[in-house]
T-cell receptor
């Protein structure tokens, strides 16, 4: 019940295309859903986050779509660039943005020029 | 913005020795520090949660006598891997409660035990 399931495991997208990564959760107590970007040998960096009271949040080329009834959320990267090539993790937290994170399995994104 | 400085970034040690990893919050007070372990191409697994001035809480299956965590001040937490063995080789990452998004990660430590 504490798990967050993430798919796909890897993704290859052409430059300018849309990258979509999906996550699903079971525990309805989760109340904060961040996405992290991680480059090799570095710690994760917060990309964008959403709370369950909104269905969509957009920051630049990054958009989170949230479906509370389906217990699913997704990250959309518009106009994907080679510099976006990284590993992306979704996460869920109880107790808001300061609670411990339960991470998804990760998605390795490769954007081809 | 909030910064968590983690050192060393890479360390190689001999089997049987101990290694200390430090995480410092540079511009905010970290009342809580989370320690993660990450295997290649895998997710982050929470090892333990430490609160300043109290004993760490370890996740199920994590040996607390092997992974010693100290959080003696609001800006410093350490993880000591005692009597390290090759299977302890991994990427260790700390995260402090605080900063942007409420949760700021260090840059990680690549531990290799030979």
């Amino acid at each position: 019940q504490q798990q967050v399931k993430q798919s796909p495991q890897s993704l290859i997208v052409q430059k300018g295309g849309i990258s979509i990564i999906n996550c699903a959760y079971e525990n309805t107590a989760f109340d904060y859903f961040p996405w992290y970007q991680q480059f090799p040998g570095k710690g994760p960096a917060l990309l964008i986050a959403i709370r369950p009271d909104v269905s969509e949040k957009k920051e630049g080329r990054f958009t989170i779509s949230f479906n509370k009834s389906a217990k699913q959320f997704s990250l959309h990267i518009m106009d994907s660039q080679p510099g976006d090539s990284a590993t992306y993790f979704c996460a869920a937290s109880i107790s808001g943005n300061t609670g411990k994170r339960i991470f998804g399995q990760g998605t390795t994104l490769q954007v081809k020029p | 913005g909030a910064v968590v400085s983690q050192h060393p970034s890479r360390v190689i040690c001999k089997s049987g020795t101990s290694v200390k990893i430090e995480c410092r919050s540079l511009d905010f007070q970290a009342t809580t520090m989370f320690w993660y372990r990450q295997f290649p191409k895998q997710s982050l697994m929470l090892m333990a949660t430490s609160n300043e001035g109290s004993k760490a809480t370890y996740e199920q299956g994590v040996e607390k006598d092997k992974f010693l965590i100290n959080h003696a001040s609001l800006t410093l937490s350490t993880l000591t891997v005692t009597s390290a063995h090759p299977e302890d080789s991994s990427f260790y990452i700390c995260s402090a409660r605080g900063g942007v998004g409420g949760y700021t990660f260090g840059s990680g430590t690549r531990l290799t035990v030979v």
